[in-house]
Every structure is written in structure tokens, then in C-alpha cells.
């Protein structure tokens, strides 16, 4: 069986857990994010400070729950200071 960990969750990070859940559905991915949201669209950054967004919460279109429900395990809030060949250590989870 093939692990996948996905290291940050913007939108980047977003499109490649679909990407691989809907290509590989037996592969197990798990979620990294440091904050309490996902798929946040950077380009809106600009919009909101040109006023041309209403509202900042239309700069994200996924959640852990979407993702979760899509097959990944997520775990939010959580630091990744370390990669160590393939195997995650040193997780830090945001109180």
C-alpha cells in the first residue's frame, strides 16, 4: 500500500489530495495544515484589497470535512517541522 503525505493545504495542496484520492482511491493520504482552514486561493488576496470581494470566507472552496469525506486523514493545526525519509516526525499540534 502506498502513504502520501500532502504538507500544506492552500490550494495547491488541495487539488493534489483529490488529484491522488480520485486516482488512487486504495492509497492512504494524510493532511498536514497548520491552520484551521484549507484551499485558501492566494490570488484572492488581491481581490479583497481591491474591494472586489464581499466576503474573505469566498477565498476558500474546500473543507476538512469535504477531504476527509473524499478519503484523506487530515490533521489541522499541525506543524511538520521534520521529514525524515519518508516517515513524518516532530509534529507539533497547535493547542
Same mark, same amino acid.
Given at each position: 500500500?502506498?502513504?502520501? @503525505?500532502?504538507?500544506?493545504?492552500?490550494? @495547491?495542496?488541495?487539488?493534489?489530495?483529490?488529484?491522488?484520492?480520485?486516482?488512487?482511491?486504495?492509497?492512504?493520504?494524510?493532511?498536514?495544515?497548520?491552520?484551521?482552514?484549507?484551499?485558501?486561493?492566494?490570488?484572492?488576496?488581491?481581490?479583497?484589497?481591491?474591494?472586489?470581494?464581499?466576503?474573505?470566507?469566498?477565498?476558500?472552496?474546500?473543507?476538512?470535512?469535504?477531504? @476527509?469525506?473524499?478519503? @484523506?486523514?487530515?490533521?489541522?493545526?499541525?506543524?511538520?517541522?521534520?521529514?525524515?525519509?519518508?516517515?513524518?516526525?516532530?509534529?507539533?499540534?497547535?493547542?
Amino acid at each position: 500500500m502506498t502513504t502520501v @503525505a500532502v504538507i500544506g493545504c492552500t490550494h @495547491a495542496g488541495t487539488f493534489a489530495t483529490t488529484s491522488i484520492l480520485a486516482e488512487h482511491p486504495d492509497w492512504t493520504v494524510h493532511v498536514f495544515e497548520r491552520n484551521g482552514t484549507l484551499s485558501f486561493l492566494s490570488c484572492g488576496i488581491a481581490l479583497w484589497v481591491g474591494d472586489h470581494v464581499s466576503d474573505p470566507k469566498k477565498m476558500f472552496y474546500s473543507s476538512p470535512a469535504a477531504l @476527509a469525506e473524499a478519503g @484523506a486523514t487530515m490533521h489541522m493545526r499541525t506543524d511538520v517541522t521534520s521529514v525524515d525519509r519518508g516517515k513524518l516526525s516532530k509534529l507539533r499540534k497547535y493547542k
